[in-house]
């Protein structure tokens, strides 16, 4: 199993649970309550230790699709709100330490929200939708290879 396999194998069940969509790898379609779990990179060195040992990280967006409105109506702050517990609950799972499963190489540190709130990204105004993005990224340390 790859990274991207694992990363994707991790928010499935929470994309299950907040719609009827499939989560879309490298892709978000213009459908309401679709998400989309973009690679910023992968593989990417932040520091490597005397041992071989290497500390990585793997970035990602979530892209959510939901409605659009134009009216006096609270739909767009509502959707906003939806898209904040989603990362509410990616940093509940950080503090309880449940992360993807990157093999026994790799010891996951951290999940960090690279925001405090999520990036209102596009508007599709002729089919009601709003993009909302979530960026963050996965720290880790893999164990050198030469050493197992």
Request: aromatic letters at 12%; proline letters at 3%; charged letters at 30%.
């Amino acid at each position: 199993m790859t990274k991207h396999d694992a990363v994707k194998k991790y928010f499935e069940p929470k994309i299950q649970e907040l719609t009827s969509d499939v989560l879309h790898f490298n892709h978000s379609p213009e459908s309401a309550n679709s998400f989309g779990l973009i690679t910023n990179y992968a593989e990417q060195v932040i520091k490597k230790f005397i041992n071989g040992d290497a500390r990585k990280t793997y970035g990602f967006t979530i892209e959510v699709i939901k409605e659009y409105s134009t009216y006096d109506d609270d739909l767009n702050l509502e959707c906003m709100n939806f898209v904040q517990g989603f990362m509410d609950w990616l940093d509940g799972q950080n503090e309880k330490k449940e992360y993807p499963d990157f093999g026994e190489n790799c010891k996951v540190e951290t999940i960090e929200i690279l925001q405090n709130m999520p990036n209102f990204a596009g508007v599709n105004p002729e089919a009601g939708l709003a993009r909302y993005m979530v960026q963050g990224r996965i720290l880790y340390i893999e164990r050198d290879k030469n050493k197992i």
